[in-house]
């Protein structure tokens, strides 16, 4: 293929400012980490490497439909898998799109579902200083979350406790496929351990926890599969919601990310019905579901919905509530949004604005 | 609407692409099996850079477990979303009737035919002995 | 009982006379109705071991929950909500006047997991409720309940109900043993839409797997909300594996799923759809397409606080008001009084959702529904 060398891809827009809320880094290799893992990791994650609860020890459970799940154009140069380039980061996303913040949501290898506890413990460590050395210290409009491998609370509340301090670490990240539901007893002391270091929670896609992606089994596809996302993170926020969770935590922040947006009024609206004829079930509820969601959940807004018509997207926004959606692009993924070409719907300029940037400005606290 | 010299043909052999910026517009120029198409740089979802993506044939099925593949290299998928779009005729495979990347007319002439001033030559001299890739914008 | 009745009729709402109730859930009193329709081999298995004393409560739908039977519904002397025709009659039949009521019976037998106990008491299941419901109520249709585990033995029991036109759908639960678009389901399918009769998917769970990918909540009102993600789940596989583009004519009712998760169920999917299309070649068509033509919903519950307003919010987001179909889903509360349908329904839009959506839907009633049928 041969590409006449232009200019820049796109022309240059003026005064766009984001606050991206959901960037995937990748590494070149394993390798990566070794500087922050003891000898006795280093050997086993070469030996022994993920251990997973399904058939494939690295690989998801359904290819995806591009290589690395990314977008085509996000292949750096000088080698290596797209989000393990800084420079390209840079040069495609951070600088032409405005970026002023960059949340970083390390995924691969769910250091969170690793069945082996104490090696998951020790690559979340590792990650997270990896986010540190390899990254934010590299570019400073990025910032880190706090892996924690869940299903050890323990070790979890350790880590969170360690990292805490560190402002370039602005929340705590869980994917939601954990061995129980997230809102589960077992996992309070990460919530306890939240609050007290003032952290939110983001809870973005993904993990592996040997259960079906549906309550009838395993799809066939990746187009179920992409679409039981959205399935997973409306069980884990009822989760959050009936066990709790929110009532226990007043103050706990929670960041659903990648989930989508379409199905959050009918959702709230579900559990207000049923939660009024079965709340004898829960006492320890004392407000409807959705007063909670209004109050402590945020949505990041990748995948952006597309309704047949504008009018149907503002109406989902003004449901779910403008202050609660954060602007995310998933860089370097395939189902990249654009902040110029995401909202397929006029929006005012402080609109705008609040999508890309205020709302998060005010979620993470920063400036 | 102006004529605009962009390549020669041996620029762009079958299977291969340039991409060219014509009048500030950018335009990818597609050799399909000898025919030159070219359409817009821009996904007309979300403004990606189409011409980036890769080129594929068509996959269709004529019942749930069979995968018919055919039109080899006529077909290019968005590097981003995995959009189709039929390079002959921009339109998108999912919703021809809604969805549609902007195409160009193109036409193959050949050196001696072209009238100097009439034209705008981009990046090169014209020459008598060769056959060049003509768009217009 | 009688007095019962007759204040009824003094008080009963005109508007939904004539409609086609999609949803009522009658119930076994105990297994022992079952014993003159079942072999001498299951009849001494129920002498020896008892089973007759076993619970068979679903978790799905806990007997004395309060979703499980509305307070005003509720029976004398502890009987299992909705085990009495006289109730179901006082209650909603004879009440709200329908032409026709469709029976979903969810007694376990569905869920057992020995294909052939599954498959027998199944076929006791329908036996009896032709015998003490369909023969004794002329309003009344049912659906055919299937062990969906075992293909062959679930085609054979569709075979067996095919020339009783009073079976006019199959009943599926919405969580199975597999999704239910899987090739292994077809045979189901290919018969059904041979036949004419629409497979009712209902909310309800074999439990084979945890309900939902986080795992096993710890509440029933968790398990009940995830109802309607199963729905979303399920009909992604139907659409995704080619159910409709191999069985053009089948039609799927999804029964008691909630509604308003339609919405955002077709944004993601029509939009997935774009980018992942060739690996499933055979959807040719996006998903809302696809929905509009083969899928109905019966509307109790519709998940919204104001409901007059979903309903319109909803047929305009899925640009049809064919859609939905009436339903009580006796005895389960999901609505107060006479509410099944907001007050302010127009009168198009009434007859739509109360009777001719539902004809549209299931040929067996449309053609009770003509007068010239002789011995429908």
Redesign the interface.
Known sequence: ????E??R??PAEAKLRVIDCDIHPSMTAWTEVHPYLARQWIEHLTVYGSHLRHAFSEALTHPR??PDAA???AYPDEGGPPGSSLALMRSQHLDPNGVELGMLIPLRWNPGSQRNLDFGVALTQAMNTWQIERWVKNEPRLRASVLIAQEDTAGSVAEIDARAADRNFTQILVL???????G?RRYWPIFEAAVRNNLPIAIHVGGT?G??????????????E???V???M???L??LV??GVFERFPKLRVVIMEG????????S???????A??R???PHLKRPPSEYIREQVWFTTQ?M????RAS?LI?LFDRIGWDRLLFSTDYPH?????P???FKAPLSAAQRDQLLYRNAQAFYGTR | MSRHIVATVDDIPPGKRMLVNVKGREIGIFNVDGEYLAISNRCPHEGASLCKGRIVGLVESSEPGSYQLSRQGELLRCPWHGWEFDLRTGKSWCEPNRTKVRSYELKVEAGGALVEGELKAETFPVSIEKQYVVIEV | MVADRQSAEIERPGRYAGAIDCDLHPALPGMSVLLPYLDDYWREMIRVRALDRLNLSLTSYPQNAPLSCRPDWKLEGGQKPGSSQQAMQAHVLDRYQPRFGILNCLYGAQVMHSEDMAAAFCRATNDWIRDEWLSRDPRLRASIVIPAHNTELAVAEIERRADDPRFVQVLMLVSGEVTLGRRQLWPIYRLAERLGLPIGVHAGSAYRYAPTATGWPSYYVEDYISQSAAFENQLQSMISEGVFAKFPGLKVVAIESGLTWLSGFIWRADKTWKGVRVEVPWVTRAPSEIIRDHVRFTVQPIDAPDEMEAILRLIDHLESDELFLFSTDYPHWQFDGDAVLPEKLSGALLRKITSENALATYPRLAKAERPMEIGA
């Open positions: 293929m041969s590409i006449v232009l200019d891809d796109r439909m591009s977008r085509v154009d939601p496929r954990t061995d129980e539901p997230f589960r926890n259960h079906p992606s549906t309550g009838g089994g395993w799809p066939s596809y990746y187009m179920e992409h679409h039981a959205a399935e997973t409306q069980a884990v009822t989760s009936f066990e989508g947006l379409g199905w959050i009024p009918s959702l609206a579900r559990m207000d019905k049923h939660w004829r079965l004898s079930e829960v995948p919905e597309e309704p047949a149907q109406d395939w189902d990249f949004d654009d110029r070409y995401a």
